[in-house]
């Protein structure tokens, strides 16, 4: 598996909007803040980058919303500071999470299993609610199902090399601190071993000198 990493400052000002596809560019701009613009770009990029994707056609869409690509396994995920796009050789699901200030408690009872609860209020600190988090939404973006599985009907510990029989499925997790966010994937069948890449605008076919685009946005 890899998982490819653009850091969102880069494309603040929307250098490179025209590289990706019209419905993709649609979608940027019907962003109201100019952070949430910047990630969606970015995830324009890596897929036109990784996965080849300069066509609207080329991607459909499952019933709750998950992107396939011509049996290709990929998912993406965008929080705080950065865009990632994970492509495996099974079903898979990512997520990225920025470490913020504090969190719910009333969230975590809602969404955490007794034993996920019990293994965070033991350890107390913030940046462990967000592993749970993440690799929540992993998970339930892997299995295609978004809200429709309720979160607190599966735990996902302990976070080693262990399988998870989730949804009559098996599944692997990895999860890694990156620079202040929680990043988790979870793959099906294969044991999670991603190499990390990290892409600038350069990498990603931005050339530094092109002009940038900065439009109003709709709404």
């Not at 999860?175 to 099906?188: G, K, N, R, W």
């Not at 990390?196 to 530094?208: A, D, H, R």
């Amino acid at each position: 598996m890899q998982i490819y990493i653009s850091a969102i400052k880069d494309f603040l000002t929307l250098n490179g909007i025209d590289l990706v596809t019209p419905a993709r560019k649609e979608k940027i701009l019907a962003y109201r803040f100019p952070e949430d613009r910047a990630r969606s770009l970015a995830a324009g990029l890596l897929m036109r980058h990784i996965l080849g994707i300069t066509d609207d056609t080329r991607l459909t869409f499952g019933k709750y919303g998950k992107p396939n690509l011509d049996g290709k396994y990929f998912n993406i995920s965008h929080s705080g500071g950065y865009t990632v796009l994970a492509v495996a050789d099974s079903e898979v699901g990512v997520d990225i999470e920025r470490i913020r200030d504090s969190y719910s408690q009333k969230t975590a009872e809602r969404c955490f299993t007794p034993k996920e609860l019990e293994w965070l209020n033991e350890r107390g600190d913030i940046e462990s609610f967000f592993r749970l988090w993440a690799a929540k939404e992993s998970i339930m973006k892997a299995l295609g199902l978004g809200l429709k599985l309720r979160p607190r009907s599966f735990c996902t510990l302990p976070f080693d090399s262990s399988p998870h029989i989730i949804h009559d499925r098996t599944w692997y997790l990895f999860t890694q601190i990156y620079d202040a966010h929680v990043l988790c994937a979870a793959t099906e069948n294969t044991p999670c071993n991603p190499e990390l890449i990290t892409l600038s605008p350069f990498e990603l076919g931005v050339k530094e000198n092109s002009r940038p685009l900065n439009p109003t946005p709709k709404g």
